[in-house]
């Protein structure tokens, strides 16, 4: 019997972060760890009448990849990867490592090059998004190298990972509703902002977001959800920021990661641990020197870093800023084959929009 959690999570992506509907196809992409997740939403793809399609991979497929793929092999994208980006309606991918670090060892140009030839995908993904022809989501299972990456033992991050998703009791389709509801009201505030500060002990940042439209990730984008973003102006950013949590870049960590803008370029990095990778990431394209996300947290059942972005850009009291390819649909036009989020906290800060203080110590005024 399928833990009753599971079925709420499979349920909530299904019926309501994707909205499966009669003829759907729809691509379920996990590690081999994730198969109970992956039967119960195939079950429900199947019971709302789509088409489901499981592409199952692990991380030493991944490693085995990057160490004898030849550099025309990295170069290259598959026809059905593109097939699949330009077709499918649907999209749910399921984080589910066995291993918390598996490129750690991996030549960080390969990747470089491997990033660059599926920048593809990427626009056909950002493209079909902001025309509404794609429906996706990423979640996530709980795995022991997640658990141990978290620094949580095996049943607590089970719970941590639940709780988070509102999967844990009641119906978890109508808590995201209610949820849902209270972020609208704080991104239609955001909509008629023109320039934001952001003030604390790690950033003087000011950003301009005036024509941009914020985007209520209230679940249909990911599980677990609780975020506004939005794409700010290209060269608006003008600044420095320390970002105090680490970031991750499949499976490689880099910490303590300094940036400076001018004219909403990155004019200075630095990094306390994996600044070579850093600065390999910032030199993929012009476009990955610039802001392509800003973004606050506002999942408050997310109460610790876990080394995870999908729970740390959503931590409440935070905020991130991606480098690389912003969403079209919030009227952002940074192309980039990277889209890479990074995390500060506002435990102690402040933002004013326009001049007029919005938000103080982790939660908007509004």
């Not at 677990?224 to 794409?231: I, K, L, N, R």
């Not at 949590?245 to 300094?258: C, F, S, T």
């Not at 084959?337 to 004013?352: F, N, P, Q, T």
Request: aromatic share 10%; charged share 30%.
């Amino acid at each position: 019997m399928a833990d009753p959690r599971v079925e709420n999570l499979a349920r909530l992506v299904s019926d309501y972060c994707l909205d499966v509907r009669k003829g759907d196809e729809v691509l379920v992409s996990a590690g081999v760890e994730a198969l109970p997740l992956v039967r119960e939403i195939y079950k429900r793809v199947l019971q709302r009448g789509g088409l489901p399609f499981v592409y199952l991979s692990d991380d030493a497929l991944r490693e085995i990849y990057f160490r004898y793929a030849s550099e025309e092999q990295l170069k290259t994208v598959a026809r059905v990867e593109e097939f699949i980006a330009r077709n499918f309606e649907c999209q749910v991918s399921i984080i589910s490592s066995s291993h918390a670090k598996p490129l750690i060892g991996v030549d960080p140009e390969r990747l470089k090059i491997s990033s660059g030839a599926r920048k593809k995908l990427t626009e056909i993904f950002m493209e079909r998004h902001a025309k509404k022809e794609l429906r996706w989501n990423v979640t996530i299972y709980p795995t022991m190298a997640l658990a141990q990456e978290a620094g949580m033992g095996p049943i607590e991050f089970e719970e941590f990972v639940y709780r988070a998703c509102m999967v844990d009791e009641g119906d978890p389709v109508e808590r995201w509703r209610r949820k849902a509801e209270e972020q609208e009201r704080i991104a239609q505030t955001l909509n008629k902002v023109d320039e934001l500060r952001f003030k604390s002990p790690d950033m003087d940042l000011v950003v301009k977001v005036g024509g941009r439209k914020w985007i209520n990730d209230d679940g249909h984008y990911n599980m677990p959800a609780g975020e506004v973003f939005t794409g700010p102006v290209e060269d608006s950013a003008e600044g420095y920021v320390r970002f105090s949590y680490p970031a991750v870049w499949r499976g490689i960590e880099v910490e303590d990661v300094r940036l400076t803008f001018r004219r909403g370029e990155v004019v200075e990095a630095r990094a306390g641990k994996g600044e070579e990778h850093l600065r390999k990431l910032l030199e993929t394209d012009e476009g990955a020197r610039r802001l392509g996300e800003l973004a606050f947290g506002l999942n408050y059942n997310i109460t610790r870093h876990t080394k995870l972005i999908l729970f740390d850009e959503k931590i409440g009291g935070t905020i991130h800023m991606a480098l690389g390819a912003s969403y079209p649909d919030t009227g952002g036009r940074n192309k980039s084959a990277i889209h890479w989020d990074l995390i500060a906290d506002m435990s102690r800060g402040k933002v004013y929009a326009d001049g007029d203080l919005i938000y103080e110590n982790g939660r908007f005024l509004v």
